[in-house]
């Protein structure tokens, strides 16, 4: 059975990819961030002449990095409706531009071009009937593969459903406050559902709204989308136990042996090593089977966590030209179907080198691994009471008392206020801040209210009946 959950309702959104049991691929991204095809209403701050740039302000926080076509494309004060190209690095910001693209798996609008394009590889006659569905419009289009023998009904109501988005990006330019969101992009989403489309079978949501979105989307037709309402108690992996397998150092393999991955600001580098693996007689045999072996885990570690940059795999010595080409030849296998790898071979000193296109944040980055004291901790933590409240939810649990530590700058009321309103939370929240807490924080099922804060109050620790 191949199924993907998509938990969408949590700050920290994930689609998991399960392929009888096994993870196969995963999608991360936060709720309220940026992606690519999102489109802002925004407000040129600064433009540098001299390297032909602009800098366009997207919200009272973050600023897009413009590149300009001609010198007075735009100007200082203008508002400006431009679209997520790029996204942020820790050095650079989100990369805009002016031509909008709108996106459905079927077709795209170009709202200011003119113009029917095609997929090439559409059959001549599936090429004429949908460009005689869509002539005459004001904008721009571009007609996908994914159209071929698409019903007139569906093709169009995709059209339809773009266009609205356009007229709505339209009147919010003119009728909303600057700088602000306009549009909310489901592109990445898209993609990593159209990487799967033809294999999955199912596809579990946690939100209704979503599951409707996905719907739209994908399609109902090639894959069965459902709603669960008991999803949070039925997912395969919660946020711990993905930060946990998606970032420990040590990966074993079946053959006995393992990789280890040190990730770095300038590189990731893989070790193969034989560790507990026996040997025989046939010591070079077992070598060339063990790194074959690592070669296929490093592509699915290197997938899973969204690894790029440069990459380097010291893979255990061997002599053998022909196991050095086995080698290569099952890293490229294994790649296939990854079009931003790049494998430049083995280096003099024996290690494989290559790089990898960033298209998201690895995980790294993804779940604050490296930001102990910093406020991207802080989010981790906030994001692990979110996902323990709402197993506590789907528990029916009545009464919760969350202790917290008070090295954290949170303001915890504001944020578990929300998390009420936002996840429509039914059970009693006491919130306490420990000082001798040594972990961030403790969250668990009371009895009886009234004892607890008659302890508390003992201890000398005030107590907030959130609600």
């Known amino acids: 059975m191949k199924q993907i959950y998509v938990q969408s ?24 961030e940026f992606n690519i095809g999102d489109v802002f209403l925004g407000i040129v701050k600064d433009v540098d002449f001299r390297l032909n740039v602009a800098f366009v302000r997207l919200n009272n926080r973050d600023i897009g990095f413009l590149k300009l076509e001609e010198p007075n494309q735009v100007h200082q004060g203008e508002r400006v409706l431009v679209q997520i190209e790029k996204l942020a690095t820790k050095s650079k910001y989100v990369t805009v531009n002016l031509s909008i693209q709108l996106q459905s798996p079927y077709i795209v609008i170009l709202p200011y071009e003119k113009g029917i394009h095609t997929s090439k590889k559409l059959k001549e006659e599936e090429r004429e009937r949908l460009i005689s569905l869509v002539n005459h419009q004001p904008v721009g289009l571009i007609i996908r593969t994914q159209s071929n023998e698409l019903s007139d009904n569906i093709f169009l109501s995709h059209l339809k459903e773009q266009l609205t988005i356009w007229e709505n990006i339209q009147w919010a330019l003119n009728h909303v406050k600057s700088p602000q969101k306009v549009y909310q992009s489901m592109s990445d989403w898209t993609a990593f559902f159209n990487k799967h489309l033809g294999e999955i079978n199912e596809m579990i949501c946690d939100d209704i709204k979503f599951k409707e979105q996905l719907v739209k989307t994908c399609g109902s037709n090639t894959v069965n989308i459902s709603y669960d309402l008991q999803f949070i108690k039925n997912r395969p992996y919660n946020l711990n136990q993905l930060v946990s397998l998606l970032t420990k150092r040590e990966v074993p393999l079946s053959s006995g042996g393992h990789i280890i991955i040190d990730r770095t600001e300038a590189m990731t580098v893989i070790d193969v090593d034989t560790s507990n693996t026996r040997m025989n007689n046939n010591k070079d045999q077992i070598l060339e089977q063990t790194n074959l072996k690592a070669a296929v885990e490093c592509e699915r570690q290197i997938r899973l966590r969204q690894l790029s ?121 006491k919130l306490s801040e420990d000082p001798s807490l040594q972990e961030p924080f403790s969250l668990y099922k009371i009895e009886d209210g009234n004892r607890v804060n008659k302890q508390l109050r003992q201890q000398g620790i005030k107590v907030d009946n959130l609600f």
């Not at 998991?16 to 995963?26: G, S």
């Not at 009545?398 to 009420?420: F, G, P, R, S």
């Open 9 to 32: 309702r949590t700050k920290k959104q994930l689609a998991v990819y399960m392929n009888n049991n096994n993870l196969e691929d995963i999608f991360i991204q936060d709720r309220d």
């Open 309 to 429: 940059g440069m990459i380097l795999i010291d893979f255990i010595n061997m002599n053998s030209k022909i196991s050095k080409k086995k080698i290569i030849d099952q890293l490229r296998e294994s790649f296939k179907n990854d079009s931003s790898i790049t494998i430049y071979g083995f280096t003099k000193l024996g290690i494989v080198e290559m790089t990898r296109k960033r298209l998201f944040p690895d995980v790294y980055d993804q779940f604050s691994i490296y930001y102990a004291q910093s406020a991207n901790q802080c989010e981790l933590i906030m994001n692990q009471i979110e996902e323990k409240l709402l197993e506590y939810q789907s528990a029916q649990t009545d009464q919760l008392h969350l202790k917290v530590a008070t090295k954290y700058n949170i303001n915890w009321k504001a944020y578990l206020l929300e998390l009420k309103e936002r996840h429509e939370l039914n059970f009693s929240l």
